[in-house]
């Protein structure tokens, strides 16, 4: 009976005001006055003269509160731990978030005609002065095409034929397009050829051919080869 | 590109039979029938009628009729008919002003064919008559094109498709969905110009009319009119002898070995007559060579004077079955001889019979001919028809 309640007082709660300041704690509490004189003189006496005891005694130890309690870690998987190791987010929960939608408030032609003049101003500084195609087409083709006016030409899918609109987001295998009647369409670049219009030019893009994330298109090396039949 | 010609027959021939038998005298015929005769003959008249008008892209009629030119010619003079060649882009169909072809084309009174390109290597429009737009058009057009159609029957590899636009469907009219997007594409990805034949029938009667077209394209109008030509001398195949007493009389029934047999010889005949082949007439019996012709003529015949009356052009149904008309009439005066009708297709139309898929095999052919004779002593009238499609052809 005894030695339970000595186990109540061990771990029963220590009064509010100590929790609040730590440094009631630290200054209030009761010691032991023959341990209270003991512990400078013995911790003096043990440091040699060169390393100046009474300084290490006061920086070191004294006021020093140590924590006899032996707490579990939180362990388990916690999901902000997880979170906490990995910066990302996985595909899946980019798609639970709905992070590269475009809600339906937001699908207005005029919201991206900003984004069509930045990206015509892009296409400029990339044309440079002359209009050398041979050296122009290279870059064209690592080019970012968010922004550009295009138009479907050519499909195996009748329904997608004179489909136009700003390119406003490219991923592996479409091009979201959204048209002046403020309608998003998902275009895919298989069996689809589109083109856009830079300075009275109308370049052709071979969907089938450029089926890759619009970052890798960038380190990408394109090798020529026919589109005989789409 | 090489074909097994042999593998695949090269066109499909279909022979269907008819009889009408008359209870009354022969010269009487249509007059005195009994209730149940006329039926009979009603139902006859009625399946080669609709015949007719399933077959819409006609080239060329030949009548071979056992009769001198001037017993033909005064019976002729109604059987004529217009159309008009005019070079134009689509979007001319779908206008509705008042040079416009529109009004024509939805109440189904344009019957129109692009010409001069050939069915299997480019583009065909055509409006049946119907209203019904058919374009049979290459893959590669079908890509840029942006309307919805089905892979062409019979075409394999699915190179051409044709796309067919009803007009006459409850939506299909100028600010809805559907037709403003045809509208777009033909002012848009489809604005190439075709030649076409063309040709308008009347609300009233039904007779052929020029289309107006706008001054700004070129059009002309051409006559259709029948040319005569007198075959005296022709060696003609008795026909009840020859054929008759082989076909079934029931038209559901099939024929024996032999009377296709027989029905492949009249019909080699008939074409023969039609090509006026020299060899068919009597005097030149004696001439032929066996080294380079093993013709023989079809046993039992006699020597007949015949008529060869040719039309040609855009020629409309209507025309026809008025030509069908006077010939059905025509046949209990001329008794135990042949008489035929046909009716030549266009090489490139983009339908055959009942709006199937047409398509250039070998040559291409889609034709149709009647052939009938009256038999007074039995007092009845057979009649035969026959099909005759390309092995690339939806119709079989």
Redesign the interface.
Known sequence: MGEKQDKDQLYSKLSAHIQQTEHIARENAYIDPVTKAFVPNFVTSLIPSEGQPQRTYDTKVKGKVLSLDNPTKPTGKDKSRRTHQRKKLTAKEKRELKIYDFPQESRKYEIFLPLHQLWLGYMEELLGQGSNDAAFLPKLLKADYHGAMMTV????C??F??VNGIMIQETENTFKIITPQDKLKVIPKVANVFSFKLRDKTYTIYGNQIRYRAAERVARKFKTKPTID? | MFRDDKARPVSRLVATTATITFKASASHAHSNNTDNDSDNEQKVHDRLRTMIESHPFNYEVNLLLPASHDNIQPVLADLEALYTKATLPLKYFLDDGELGGYSWLKSGRLLALSVHERIDGADVVAIDGRGKMILSVTKDT????????KPAQCDTKAMRFVITLDFTEQFMKPRKKKFERIR??FE??FTRTFDFYMLGSNVENNASEPIPIPSNYPSFIHPIKPTVTDMHGLVAPIPEEFLGHLLPDNAHSKFSEEALEKLQDMYEWIGMSCLEMKRLQSDNVEKLDPFITMYSHPEPNYVQRYSLIKWKGLIPSRLIEQIWYMFSKRLSQTPNAISALITHGFRDAPISFHDCHHGYGANGEHLYAMVAWHVPSARRERWVVLQQVDREDGFS
């Not at chain 1, 030409?153 to 195996?156: H, N």
């Not at chain 2, 890509?143 to 159609?149: K, N």
């Open positions: 030409t050519r499909s195996k009748p329904s034929v004179g789409l | 079908y890509e840029i094109l942006g309307l919805e159609g777009w594409c848009n990805t």
